[in-house]
């Protein structure tokens, strides 16, 4: 740290969480107030949306200058991941507005999260880095895939973020730099949330979401690499995404289908459509999302047996969930057939 080091912690807390959140709100409001927002990119509607109207996908605007700035100039060690999340946000924007090929897009991927690891290598073999490296870009795509309803991806980083920065304040030798990262993080997802919560006017769009996936990899990494957390922590706190995009992701491969075309057969998506709506579909999601980060923090003071306990307790209860989610889905396309 710098500009902020001579004031208490709380105090840097504070003003950096409401200076994201200001400023990233700040900022959709003058791109929506002016009319920039339709000029840059927007999400018209088609057979696979779940909204049916034309709407702005401009929260990366908000969210990733703002980021970036604050981990500059509250985190300089951090330097790396800001770079890399701003790279991705350039390429993004692009594929926002007029469309990249799935493989330029997926290049840019690798570039920002072996640059990253290549940069900033933890002290393990290479194998261990090449593994945590390919889950980091499944973290990138994964995130753009669970940006389909209102409030969820802005939910997720609201509430991922802050978790990533509670870990690194309890941590053994705290982390004051990467917690006030995930607060700014947090924060910004704040300010997007007030104009993307049901009823959405604008959306993450790519800008937003791969540089939110890159990001929730990168500070999960760092934190891991500086021995702030174990490797399963990150996971079990993004656990719900994970497993939602993992196992549509699975299903959608076992049919033969390709996997980086839109589709609405994501958990989250199913309830909507099958009845709870995008308001109630994201505040379940907080709940589930909450509840996880809550157990993966309290496990963290926890001998590694009762960690893996943990862990492996967690990701059945998340099947469950799934499973509900599914027979719900069942239910609602008998009813359909039946009329």
Request: proline share 4%; glycine share 10%; with cysteine.
């Amino acid at each position: 740290m710098t500009y902020l080091s001579t004031l208490p912690l709380w105090a840097t807390i504070v003003l950096t969480a409401l200076g994201a959140a200001c400023a990233c709100a700040a900022i959709l409001w003058a791109l929506l107030k002016t009319g920039i927002a339709w000029r840059l990119a927007v999400d018209v509607p088609n057979q696979r949306s779940m909204h049916v109207v034309p709407t702005p996908r401009i929260g990366g605007w908000g969210i990733v200058p703002v980021v970036v700035a604050a981990i500059l100039l509250i985190a300089p060690s951090l330097w790396g991941v800001a770079v890399g999340a701003g790279f991705l946000a350039a390429i993004s924007q692009i594929d926002d507005r007029r469309g990249l090929p799935v493989r330029v897009r997926f290049v840019a991927h690798i570039v920002a999260v072996v640059g990253l690891v290549t940069l900033f290598p933890a002290a393990a073999p290479w194998w261990e880095l090449a593994i945590l490296a390919f889950l980091m870009i499944w973290l990138v795509n994964l995130y753009n895939f669970m940006d389909g309803a209102d409030g969820l991806a802005g939910g997720m980083a609201l509430f991922g973020f802050a978790g990533y920065a509670v870990g690194a304040l309890i941590a053994e030798r705290p982390m004051i730099e990467l917690a006030l990262s995930a607060v700014a993080i947090s924060s910004a997802a704040f300010g997007f949330l007030l104009f993307n919560f049901h009823p959405a006017r604008i959306f993450l769009g790519d800008a937003g979401s791969i540089s939110l996936g890159f990001l929730a990899g990168a500070l999960g990494y760092w934190g891991w690499r500086e021995g702030a957390w174990p490797v399963w922590f990150p996971i079990l706190v993004f656990a719900p995404f994970i497993g939602d995009a993992s196992v549509t992701l699975a299903r959608r491969l076992l049919r033969g289908e390709k996997i980086w075309q839109a589709h609405r057969e994501h958990y989250y998506q199913r309830m909507v459509r099958s009845g709870a709506g995008h308001a109630k579909a994201a505040l379940t999601w907080y709940v589930v999302i909450a509840a996880g980060i809550m157990i993966a923090i309290y496990a963290l003071g926890c001998t590694a047996t009762v960690q893996a306990c943990v862990v492996v307790v967690w990701i059945v209860v998340l099947c469950g969930a799934g499973a509900a989610v599914d027979l719900r889905w069942r239910r609602f396309q008998s009813t359909l057939s039946d009329n």
